[in-house]
């Protein structure tokens, strides 16, 4: 299974204050570890919720077109948008190229 984990911060400066890369991180492995997925790729992005513009978002979206990957994960749906629109884009994109998504709560 072709996995990727999507890591999204707001800015360098939260992801040098709060750690939050590692966390994510963190979160991801081992929930991939506990359903044997060893192998995987990450992708971090910085920048607002609110744009689905940010590098790593487009380059997540043009993997799914690709069908590079069969799962994406991350640790809250807010890391690929605060947009409503834009997320039933995102879901719409996962459908129609047959990948799944899971996302992993960061409150456990």
Do not use: P, W
């Amino acid at each position: 299974m072709k996995t990727i984990g999507y890591i999204r911060v707001v800015s360098k400066e939260q992801q040098e204050i709060a750690n939050s890369i590692n966390e994510q991180k963190s979160l991801i492995s081992s929930y991939l570890k506990g359903k044997g997925v060893t192998e995987y790729d990450i992708i971090i992005d910085t920048g607002s919720g609110f744009t689905n513009q940010c590098d790593g978002y487009l380059a997540l979206c043009e993997g799914i077109i690709n069908r590079d990957y069969d799962l994406v994960i991350a640790t809250e749906l807010s890391r690929f948008t605060r947009k409503h629109n834009q997320y039933s884009e995102l879901r719409n994109l996962l459908s129609e190229n047959r990948v799944e998504l899971n996302v992993v709560d960061q409150s456990r």
